[in-house]
């Protein structure tokens, strides 16, 4: 069983990208619609990849991915964000994200995405 964390504070998010994971019988899956309260979780439990959102209140995402990577530096994250701006690319990569997936989500990109990463199978 694989335990994926999704992270965005747009709470129809979370459960569109729940959705589409509960189609996989091998994925548990942990929402937040608050990155605060989802670092958290991360840094007591067993997590094998994590779904964020970048541009989210009080801990954006480039920030949680620093602290994510700072506790648990072999941790797959894949980043979001509706501004796909080079600068965020660059500072995701700068710490480590495993993949980067513009908004409006497209889930057969991510299902690909999530595939080659081992997550789920064929």
Known sequence: MKNVVLIDDEI?????????????????????????KGLSF????TVDLVVTDITMPKLDGIELLREIKGVKPN?????MTAEASLNRVLKSHKYNAHD??????DLLELEKKVKKMGFIKN
């Open 12 to 36: 129809e998010m979370t459960n569109l990208i729940e959705k589409f994971f509960k189609r996989f019988n091998e994925i548990k899956i942990s929402k937040f619609n608050d990155s605060v």
């Open 42 to 45: 991360i840094k007591l439990h």
């Open 75 to 79: 941790l797959h994250v894949i980043m």
């Open 100 to 105: 980067f997936i513009t908004k409006p989500i």
